[in-house]
């Protein structure tokens, strides 16, 4: 039977009338500071926790539910007659139900200008305790952190007196889960602030879950997206859905792809993706010219896939998307006539994805994939290309206009699973090879989706070539300038070959494996 509950909570949405619905079931209130004046400011009639202790709050609050009468009333199991006699012996009353939850942390933690020693304030002693004791013992106490279960609590002590134990452990899971994210965040933070190293002894994480999924990558896989619970602005924590069905597993992970590569870039440019690859991407004087040209990159390949955009969408652009099945168009804002033309068709999902998303500085933190029995950890591949490791291998040196179209290509090529090759011209895409084996595949993908653009066109790989098959490929194409990491020990083959086929070649010292 529910006969006493201890209510202490920062977050007070709803706590008032549940408290009232339980003192009209008879339930004796014991409360703490701004909860109790809450509830006497309602009209309740509460146990201040200092005159069950017998001792007053501390250190400014920081001390104030931590005393054997609380953990006891919490942690004696009922059953147990030890347990009960020395609950006797001690003067010590039952809390069969707990109510709380903790300091805000994560909103803290988010506020800009905080200082560190108002951060450290806010890491909350006495709630998480107080939470573990009653989860753990919960055949006996009902533990609540969710606003939003209320309702079902109340619902079946009005019923039954006291809390189903299946409902009980349900709440305590629940309860746990909440303390393991609380102090996930509190040392994610910590050892951030403090720069201890990116790779600790023990990692852990908290995300929180945002939606389920139809399915994930097939329908006989279920799936949800959790998302940072502290995510930078502009992230795909934070976009807005303007229009459209809800995203599925695949759009949010293509949606990632597309964004990443277009953070790199600073003038007009849209980026086409299509099965986490780029299949189109351009930059230009203004954002029509971009996208013109990302589409004209490979006009198969987009169909059904995912355009991204980093300025606002206007008529113009909107008009020409219009014209194709698209699966997301993701922008950092829309103007009121391309809303009007877009929102017309169904099947498309409009995001408004926010400034930061395609200026969001390179944060260093980890990136993570997991694998069976663990998780691969590593830094975010944050460079393209370094000047001072730049050399021209051959004896014919790219111009300047190629010079700027083999660094375009190289930054496609980051972003395009390996063995990766991709062919540019006036900063644009014209042909993408993904995903291969063999770079010769590669290679003759991309020429092939190319075709006869590939005249006076260059080259990108994201890995070096042993072999010389790649370079007469490319000569044949028409092909005039190639950019790779270089460090073979069978460099000079290709390098030969580029001098006997007139091609220059430039090498960067950085290697871009994705996989």
Sequence with gaps: MVKRALISVFDKTGVAAFAKRLSDLGVEIISTGGTSALLRESGLQTIEVQDITGFPECLDGRVKTLHPKIHCGLLAVRSDASHMEQMRRFGIGMIDLLVSNL????????????TFEEVIEKIDIGGPAMLRSAAKNYPGVTVLVDPDDYDRVIDAISRDGSVPESLNLELAIKA?????????LISE?????????????????TFEKAQEMRYGENPQQSAAFYADPTPAPGSLATFVQLHGKELSYNNIND????????????APAAVAVKHANPCGAATAGNLYDAYMKAYESDTESIFGGIVALNDTVGASVATEISKLFIEILAAPDFDEDALKILTKKKNIRLLKIGARAVNAPNEARLYIKKVDGGLLAQ?????????GEIEFVTEKRPTDKEMEDLIFAMTVVKHTKSNAI?????????????????????????????????????????????FGDCVEAFAAAGVTAIIQPGGSKNDIVSIEACNRLGIAMVTTGIRHFRH
């Design 103 to 114: 300091y805000p942390f994560k909103q803290t933690i988010q506020r800009p200008g905080v």
């Design 176 to 184: 746990f889960e909440h303390t393991a994210a609380y102090d996930a």
């Design 189 to 205: 933070h910590l050892r951030n602030t403090a720069q201890t190293g990116l790779f600790p002894k023990k990692l852990t994480f």
């Design 255 to 266: 949606l990632d792809g597309a964004l990443s590569l277009l953070r790199e870039f600073d």
């Design 379 to 387: 830094t975010k591949d944050d460079v393209v290309l370094n000047a």
């Design 422 to 466: 991709v062919l540019a011209k006036d900063l644009a895409t014209i042909g993408v090879g993904p995903g291969q084996n063999s770079r010769i595949m590669a290679a003759k993908i991309a020429i092939e989706i190319a075709g006869g653009r590939a005249r006076q066109s260059v080259a990108a790989s994201d890995a070096f070539f042993p």
